[in-house]
């Protein structure tokens, strides 16, 4: 199993500020997702990185990722009211690991 | 965008029924999961499905859970007989293969009173 740790636990910004969240991570690993859930609902796919890339973009969101150092970012640029949620990372192992174990995640608090 | 899909969004049940959640996964897909959040909690892992079996589960999920696959669209899981702890958000998710996405479904509030 594999536990991604995000950083901070909290983040409160107003909108149109960027918000930056990290994940760490022990293993080496196959890809890593961002997710998103909002309050009550379900998780909500926001990117998928392979081991073999370093940053990738999607609209307002960059992710990036560095191996050596086993951790990844979530970048949110220029963030709106609805970009409100809880926010979390997922490696997913090299070896075995058909599951997905999600850290405590990061809650993004963002002000109108 | 594809995405799977679970009946019912709630279900109220009382202590000691049963229950089966329900689940269609993306058609594609090979592996397909059940997780758990009680509220104000990280999601749990509870189970992973592959090729009509067990390929991981977790010690919550002890003799009172099952999964199924009996359609070859559906993916059920079932709960023998409720506890007051197993009231939580239930969430199906499936990939189609271990490298790529892993899709979540919208969840199932489960309450047993």
């Known amino acids: 199993s594999q536990q991604g740790e995000e950083d901070p636990q909290a983040l409160s910004i107003q909108e149109g500020e960027n918000a930056t969240m990290n994940c760490s991570y022990k293993?080496?690993?196959?890809?890593l997702q961002w997710y998103r859930q909002n309050s009550g609902r379900g998780l909500v796919h926001l990117i998928l990185?392979?081991?073999?890339?370093r940053e990738k973009h999607s609209g307002r969101l960059r992710v990036t990722l560095d191996t050596s150092k086993k951790s990844s970012s979530l970048l949110i640029t220029a963030s709106r009211a609805a970009d409100t949620a809880s926010y979390f990372c997922?490696?997913?192992?090299?070896?075995?690991?058909?599951?997905?174990?999600f850290g405590a995640g990061t809650r993004l608090f963002v002000k109108a | 965008e594809p995405e799977v899909t679970q009946t019912p969004s709630h279900q109220v049940t009382q202590m000691g029924q049963e229950v089966i959640l329900r689940c269609v996964p993306i058609?594609?897909?090979?592996?397909f999961y059940w997780y758990r959040q009680i509220l104000g909690q990280k999601v749990e892992f509870l189970v992973s499905?592959?090729?009509?079996?067990?390929?991981?589960k977790s010690e919550i999920f002890d003799d009172q859970f099952s999964v199924e696959r009996p359609d070859g669209s559906n993916f059920t899981l079932k709960i023998r007989s409720t506890k007051l702890e197993d009231s939580a958000m239930y969430f199906c998710?499936?990939?189609?293969?271990?490298?790529?996405?892993?899709?979540f479904g919208p969840g199932t509030r489960l309450l047993v009173l």
């Open positions: 499905f592959y090729n009509n079996e067990i390929s991981e």
């Open positions: 058609s594609n897909h090979l592996y």
């Open positions: 997922a490696p997913l192992p090299n070896t075995g690991g058909f599951k997905t174990i």
């Open positions: 990185i392979r081991s073999n890339e």
């Open positions: 998710a499936s990939r189609a293969t271990l490298g790529e996405t892993q899709y």
């Open positions: 293993t080496s690993i196959n890809n």
